[in-house]
Structures are given as C-alpha cells and as structure tokens.
C-alpha cells in the first residue's frame, strides 16, 4: 500500500512529522496541490535522490525524506512547500543537509517554480528569551546561517506556528500533571466538579464540532477554512482501516454539560508524538472550565496511544502583551510544557523578481480570500450557538 510505505519511511526516522505523511499529502491532493515524495538513500556508499508522484517508495534505511507540495500559480508558474520538512536522520551531518538542501533547489529550478518553501521543526532555543531557563541550540542557529549564504530568506509567509509548547508524556500522569501550574491542576479538577463529562466522538459529529470551530474563531479574531476542507481533513485520519503502528490518525473528543457538546478538540498522533491542531468552544458555561479538562484528556489518550511528546501547536513570536496569541501563551503555559523555538519557514527564490512580486501581491490575495472566508464562517457559527 503506497500510503503505508511512506509512513513507514517517516516512522523510521526519529522527528516523524504529521504534516509529512501520506494523509496529509492525500487531503492536500484535493485542494490544488500535487505531491512529490522525495527520499535521500545510500546506493552503493553514494546518496541517491528517488522521487515519485505517489508514496510507494520501498527503501531500506533512508537518510533524508522530504513531502513537496506544489500548486500551480499562473501561466504554468508554480509554487512549492514542504510542510514541516525536509526530514533527516541526522542534522548534524552536514554534507546530507547541504545535499538535501540543494536537490530541494535543483527540484525547484526543473519545475520551473518561483520558489521552494521549508520549515522543519529545527531547533534554534528553548524557553522563554531572556528568561532563566533560555536555552539556545547551536546547531540550528548554524544552519540559519547556512540558509542565509547559500541565498535562502526568511520567509514573510509564516504558514505554520514557528514557536510552540512541547509537554514530556513519559513520566506517569501524577507526575505530569504535577509539572502544571497549580492553577490549572485546580480548573482540571473543578471541570469535573462543575459538571462537566468527556467523551470520545466520532465520524457523524464532525459538523457539528465545525460549527462549533467556526464560533471559536469568531470569537478569537483567527481565520478558518471552509467545513469541507476539515471534513476531509479530519476524516483522512479517521478510517477505520489504517495500521495503527504505521499511520497517523486523529480523535476527536467532546466536553458536555448536562449533555450538550460546551467544548471539543480533534488531536492528531503519528511517529510517538501528538498534536493538538484544532480546539473549539461555546462562550456558554466558560465559567466551568471544559477546555482544560479537554487538554487533560487530550494528553491522557495520546499517552495511551505510545505518545512520548505533546505539540500544544502554537506559542507567540514575541513573548510580551502585544503579541496576537499572548492570551493562547498564558493558558498553555500552565500545562507544565517547556517553549521550543525553530527556525520557521525559509524561502529559495528560483525567479527572484517575480518573487519579489509574488510576496507583494500575496498578503492581498490571502486578505481578499479570508474576507471570503469569514463571511462563510459566521453562517457555520451562527449554526454552532444553536448547538
């Protein structure tokens, strides 16, 4: 099975990614983008590049892995991304980096693109800058540096959380929930206290968690897509048939009072990690505090599920008030998590000036496209208050 071969290749790798894997490729395939999946393997003591179109890809102890997105911008001019990637076995291997990095460009430069997108989950610090804890991780700054020469930017297009939390799912529960503020230990317990009851959902409860999501980014000021995209999205994760070793899969668990849905969240899991990608809640009975027993459990069921790290999926770029998600910041960091900082999403222009362009025009397109959108997300809303 071509999806299985090409989670197995992650899996072998000790940073698997969610937004690497065949599932994530699948939903992508439906909205505009095509997948090439690349892996770097020793033949015969050399590096070798193999690309396919699908992932049926066979190969014993690969070195590097990488999923490219491109979709079709104008004219036959693309553009492509490798969402949370490129993927190596070891960073620190200078020579399979610099490698992987310029076939990434070659590829680009053959396809005609205006340019190549990654943001591997790099590491250039942990903690909180500035504060006692900081730590900064030379190795990730290096390659930075590395970008920067070989005439990589920065990108202005930031599509993923460059900074997040990352809890430690390896002590036992006690101890995790131990490492929480006390604060939030106490509104875990008092959701329970006040009420509150958790379930498992499943395929047929979807919409309504859409509507509720819908609401929940209304209320937070953040722009969603539309119910269908999260539909397959959610669904690709969901089947029933795939291996639970191997593939990734998604739960979606549902907090109620006196049995009607208050609070939800889809977690994802894949590689021994999870992530928490997509919350959502009513403002009606927020005094009761299910979004923290939703965290709790979203822990517990990745922990049962062979998890050793929870990605809470978002913390600021700039620690202070004014940052957009210093509210998310606050209520996150009282699950006892540490601040891990990667080096975000990296550009190589392949046709500098209609970069230039393409980057100017961007934020006008994705403007028009979210007014759009939020209009499409009130109506869904409108629908989650009924709930």
Avoid at 68 to 87: D, N, Q, T, W
């Amino acid at each position: 099975m071509a999806e299985y071969n090409w989670n197995k290749i992650l899996n072998s790798f000790p940073e698997a990614h969610l937004l690497q894997s065949a599932q994530w490729a699948e939903v992508k395939g439906q909205y505009g983008w095509q997948p090439f999946f690349l892996v770097w393997h020793r033949g015969g003591g050399d590096l070798e590049l193999t690309v396919r179109t699908d992932g049926d890809i066979k190969i014993k102890n690969p070195a590097a892995a990488a999923l490219v997105l491109e979709r079709k911008a104008f004219r036959g001019i693309s553009v492509m991304y490798v969402p949370k990637g490129p993927i190596l076995r070891d960073w620190s291997d200078k020579n399979l980096r610099q490698r992987v990095i310029t076939d990434l460009q070659e590829f680009a430069k053959r396809a005609g693109a205006i340019q190549i997108k990654i943001d591997p989950d790099l590491v250039v610090g942990k903690g909180v800058p500035g504060e006692e804890n900081e730590e900064t991780d030379q190795q990730g700054i290096e390659i930075t540096h590395e970008l920067k020469r070989g005439g990589w930017r920065f990108s202005p297009d930031q599509i993923q959380f460059r900074n997040t939390f990352l809890i430690d799912l390896r002590p036992e529960e006690d101890d995790i929930l131990s490492r929480m503020k006390s604060k939030t230990r106490y509104n875990i317990r008092l959701a329970s206290r006040k009420g509150i009851t958790i379930r498992y959902g499943d395929l047929s409860e979807l919409g309504n968690l859409y509507k509720m999501y819908a609401e929940t980014s209304l209320r937070g000021g953040f722009t969603i897509r539309g119910e269908e995209y999260y539909q397959n999205l959610w669904q690709a994760f969901m089947r029933e048939n795939q291996d639970p070793v191997i593939d990734p899969a998604a739960q979606s668990i549902i907090a109620e009072f006196e049995g009607k849905p208050v609070a939800g969240a889809v977690m994802f899991r894949f590689g021994g990690k999870a992530w928490y990608l997509h919350g959502m809640s009513l403002p009606e009975h927020s005094d009761k505090m299910a979004t923290y027993l939703i965290q709790w459990e979203g822990m517990r069921w990745a922990k049962e599920n062979g998890c050793t790290a929870y990605d809470m999926w978002g913390a600021p770029d700039q620690f202070d008030k004014s940052d957009s998600m210093w509210g998310v910041y606050r209520f996150k960091s009282g699950f006892g998590g540490g601040v891990v900082r990667t080096i975000g999403a990296w550009d190589y222009p392949v046709k500098p000036l209609v970069y230039k362009l393409y980057t100017r025009l961007l934020p006008i397109i994705l403007n028009a496209l979210r007014k759009i959108g939020d209009s499409k997300t009130e109506s869904a809303a409108a629908e989650g208050r009924n709930l």
